[in-house]
């Protein structure tokens, strides 16, 4: 039987139960909903208003639906002292497939997994169409008959008559009560569908008046197709030639200094007006930062340490397949967000660059027992989507350091995530997935480590991923660190945290060094020569979005996070940096000079590596967070790209990276298919078991003669280096110095009268071209 119950901020009146009773609207409504600061109202098929008295009438009648027969229940309510019309629903058992809402002959179909629950009630709000800006309504709530309305674990219902969009919708779930038995149900809470395409809350990031807005699942049957045009075609762009750019979405273009319409600046479609900046920059793939549906104020959900943060980073997942509503031009709302991402992939991709999204799939928002932000999993059916110890009173286990660990390895929580990636490459394009802390994928039910793990095999081989770029971090919280072992079924890449260290240590001047820095720059063998591994499953990178920008590396020993609100404890203590003499921001001529010369050394030394080059935003220009190692919830300049000092460093620091880049991209000698062999390097070292010798040159050999030759001295005083013989019939030019000023630190065509010598400064390095 079905039960359907209709309420409102100013009556309460229900149908009869014929299933469990309905709980009240008081945990969902105001002030809840009011503070989400959207207009929903009650409507009728007619669009009028519900009196205060009504009378409810059932019909049962047989219907041939979804090719069976099925029993149908028209509730129809009336209010003849008002002469009002009234709403009108048929409402059929509906089917277990697809998960999610899905539009169907009858109607809209919505299924929804839970295995332990009891009790299922569907909750819509049907606001007016196009005036979705202030609360003036309540919702229909649609009890769930397990004999009707479930197959298996799926319960589902269909429902005619509804719009076609502009609906919420969420569910109430009950069952046991049980927690040590991992069980965490709350019929109080209205849950995002976790199937839900689209997610609804607060149309503007960071709008304080809307702090504490909930979040509810919509759909959109409405819009046409996304039109990707008659000539698009994706850049599929082979993986050794990748250079990522990893960047933030918001932070790229929220500051005024980006000179944006307001409307759009921190949004999808300011991303698309700094296309040209990646162009001249001459990256072809951008890594974004999550940009799954997050809730940027959850910190300030509850007094506490942190309350003043808001979260720009967004590692803290709502829903697996709705994009960040707020990044939307205008405040315009899931819909226009997920038009305007295609639209942000479609101006990339004609652009010759690759998108990869940075994606956590290893913990969701809903944080821990102490301090619970309940919006979906947890009440749907904790005991299957997160890990719990069932010998510890059925606590969560926290291997992502975020306070719960997402069951990435249980068969439905697994056929979730491959949804969620399959819907991005075929409704998104998208071409490639970052995996954030992808040791937890590695972890069974239980938490121990898998050799096998069936979720990152079924990525590796799964038919619709094919094309995709799949790259892991391979750690996690618990301990976990897979660099060079991460089970890849010879697909997956890796972020090379080994390759990070080793390029810091050496470029810094640290002893003992020489060898591991020229083991990272040829490809890491040691660690991916193995079965069908390439040098591109390694992906080099020297600076991240945790973590010290590139000016910071070369500016502070320390991190300084006192911002953060937790007294500097946050954040990594093994940077590897140096501050070239003092701490922090400083006018000393010298010191500055060093640090700039040291950037340039750092990326260098990236773009000639063999593997594939990761840079962050920002480091092109010389960001500054201030020491912060760990800003994760500032949402202001110290994230923010900045455009003026873009500008003032165009011709020197920009310069270099950008030409630096460019150069890499046409030489495919920093780009082998293979590992390299005797015959495509020559390492000018005979000292390699000194410690004490901070200083590397060898010679990358080019099939047509056109080799390159790279000396880096680590040292504080000079080298003079023998320069050996360059190919037969051609001479040394000169095309790097990083000691030398700008234009004369990169000369693309190379400064001829290379002797037999060169005089490698401190702190520097070259690159010589045969021509």
């Avoid at 063998?525 to 973590?547: E, M, Q, T, W």
């Avoid at 000639?608 to 912060?628: A, C, F, K, W």
């Avoid at 880096?712 to 095309?735: G, L, Q, T, Y």
């Avoid at 010598?757 to 010589?768: D, K, Q, R």
């Amino acid at each position: 039987m079905l039960h359907s119950s209709f309420i409102s901020k100013s009556n309460s009146t229900k149908f009869p139960p014929l299933a469990s009773p309905n709980a009240s609207l008081s945990s969902f409504g105001p002030p809840s909903l009011l503070q989400m600061g959207l207009k929903w109202s009650r409507i009728a098929s007619s669009g009028r208003r519900l009196s205060s008295k009504v009378r409810s009438h059932a019909k049962q009648r047989t219907a041939n639906v979804f090719g069976r027969q099925a029993r149908e229940r028209v509730l129809e309510e009336e209010a003849p002292e008002m002469a009002e019309t009234t709403p009108s629903f048929k409402i059929f058992p509906g089917q277990a497939s697809p998960l999610g809402a899905s539009e169907v002959d009858n109607g809209i179909n919505f299924a929804i997994f839970s295995q332990h629950a009891t009790a299922v009630t569907l909750c819509l709000t049907l606001p007016r169409r196009g005036e979705l800006d202030n609360l003036d309504g309540g919702m229909v709530e649609f009890s769930l008959d397990p004999r009707l309305n479930k197959t298996g674990d799926i319960w589902h219902i269909c429902i005619e008559d509804l719009p076609r969009s502009n609906v919420l919708y969420g569910y109430r779930i009950d069952g046991p009560k049980n927690w040590d038995g991992g069980h965490r149900f709350d019929c109080n809470n209205v849950l995002i569908d976790p199937y839900a395409k689209l997610v609804e809350g607060r149309r503007t990031f960071g709008d304080p008046k809307h702090k504490l807005s909930k979040f509810l699942g919509t759909y959109d049957f409405d819009s046409l197709p996304f039109d990707w045009g008659d000539d698009y075609k994706a850049p599929n762009i082979a993986e050794r030639d990748l250079v990522i750019y990893e960047m933030n979405v918001r932070a790229f273009t929220a500051d005024e200094s980006s000179c944006l319409d307001q409307n759009i600046c921190g949004s999808y479609a300011g991303l698309i007006e700094k296309i040209p900046h990646l162009l001249e920059l001459g990256i072809n793939a951008v890594e974004l930062l999550p940009v799954f549906e997050f809730d940027e104020f959850e910190f300030q959900r509850r007094a506490n340490p942190r309350d003043h943060m808001i979260n720009t980073w967004g590692y803290s997942t709502i829903n697996f397949f709705a994009p960040m509503s707020r990044y939307a031009s205008g405040g315009g709302g899931a819909v226009v967000a997920s038009r305007e991402f295609k639209e942000m992939v479609k101006a990339l991709h004609e652009a010759g660059i690759e998108v990869i999204l940075d994606v956590v799939y290893n913990h969701t928002n809903e944080a821990d027992d102490k301090h619970p932000y309940t919006t979906s999993f947890r009440g749907i059916d904790n005991k299957v989507y997160y890990m719990v110890d069932l010998n510890d009173k059925g606590q969560l286990l926290n291997f992502s350091g975020c306070g719960n660990t997402l069951n990435c390895n249980h068969p439905v929580v697994m056929e979730l995530l491959l949804d969620s990636l399959r819907h991005w490459v075929v409704e998104y394009h998208i071409d490639g997935f970052r995996f954030d802390l992808a040791s937890v994928l590695c972890r069974g039910t239980d938490g121990s480590p898998l050799g096998a793990p069936p979720l990152v095999r079924a990525i590796a081989k799964d038919a619709t991923l094919s094309q995709c770029k799949i790259i892991a971090e391979p750690w996690d919280c618990g301990g976990l660190y897979l660099v060079g072992s991460f089970p890849n079924w010879d697909r997956w890449a890796e972020w090379n945290g080994r390759y990070r260290d080793d390029l810091r240590r050496f470029i810094k001047g640290d002893t003992g060094m020489k060898g591991a820095f020229a083991t990272r720059v040829s490809g890491s063998a040691d660690l991916y020569c193995k079965n069908k591994r390439k040098p591109y499953h390694s992906v080099n990178f020297i600076i991240a979005h945790d973590g010290f920008t590139l000016r910071d590396l070369v500016s502070y020993n320390f991190k300084h996070n006192e911002a953060n609100g937790e007294g500097g404890n946050d954040g990594s203590n093994d940077n590897f940096s140096w501050n070239c003499g003092f701490e922090g921001e400083t006018d000393n001529a010298g010191i500055v000079a060093l640090r700039f010369r040291q950037m340039k050394n750092f990326h260098l030394a990236l773009m000639i590596s063999q593997g594939v080059p990761m840079m962050l935003m920002g480091d092109e220009y010389g960001h500054t967070r201030y020491g912060n190692n760990n800003s994760y919830g500032h949402d202001t300049a110290l994230n923010n790209f900045q455009w003026q000092q873009l500008s003032a460093r165009k011709s020197d620091h920009f310069r270099f990276f950008s030409e630096v880049i460019h150069y890499r991209r046409k030489h495919q000698v920093f780009c082998h298919e293979n590992f390299l062999t005797k015959s495509d390097v020559t390492w000018h070292e005979d000292n390699w078991h000194n410690p004490e010798s901070k200083f590397l040159a060898f010679t990358l050999h080019d099939k047509n003669g056109g080799d390159i030759y790279l000396a880096f001295n680590a040292h504080d005083f000079s080298v003079k280096v023998s320069i050996p013989p360059a190919p037969p019939a051609r001479h040394w030019f000169r095309v790097v110095d990083t000691n030398l000023a700008s234009p004369d630190d990169f000369v693309g065509e190379g400064v001829p009268g290379i002797g037999g010598t060169y005089n490698v400064a401190p702190y520097s390095s070259i690159l010589l071209e045969a021509k």
